[in-house]
Nanobody, 113 residues
Framework: VRLEEFGGGWVQAGGSLRLSCAAS????????MGWYRQAPGKQRELVAG??????KNYADSVKGRFTISRDAQNTVSLQMSSLKPEDTAEYFC?????????WGQGTQVTVSS
């Protein structure tokens, strides 16, 4: 399974960005997909996830600002609004099937104040 990420970049505080991720190489629907992020010197943290059944969860720090969606089988997007400098991080797409996790290469999001 290969995950390809799109989006990311630089934006001023208060702006918006959209991340997308597509999983290829599997005929099965991933049980869950979503995004983690890792800022320099910090641990990787879950940003948002969505299951194949549509259940969603978000980190408290992004609730009300980020929206995750399962656009199609094995495709997930993250709409990020009202971005803050503390959202600056490398964002990694993940997908889970059975007990196996798959990861994207990461895409940088930089929010300037």
């Amino acid at each position: 399974v290969r995950l390809e990420e799109f989006g990311g970049g630089w934006v001023q505080a208060g702006g918006s960005l959209r991340l997308s991720c597509a999983a290829s190489g599997s005929i099965f629907s991933m049980n869950a997909m979503g995004w983690y992020r890792q800022a320099p010197g910090k641990q990787r943290e879950l940003v948002a996830g969505v299951t194949s059944g549509g259940s969603k969860n978000y980190a408290d720090s992004v609730k009300g600002r980020f929206t995750i969606s399962r656009d199609a089988q094995n495709t997930v997007s993250l709409q990020m609004s009202s971005l803050k400098p503390e959202d600056t991080a490398e964002y990694f797409c993940f997908a889970r099937y059975a007990s196996t996790d798959y990861w994207g290469q990461g895409t940088q999001v930089t929010v300037s104040s």
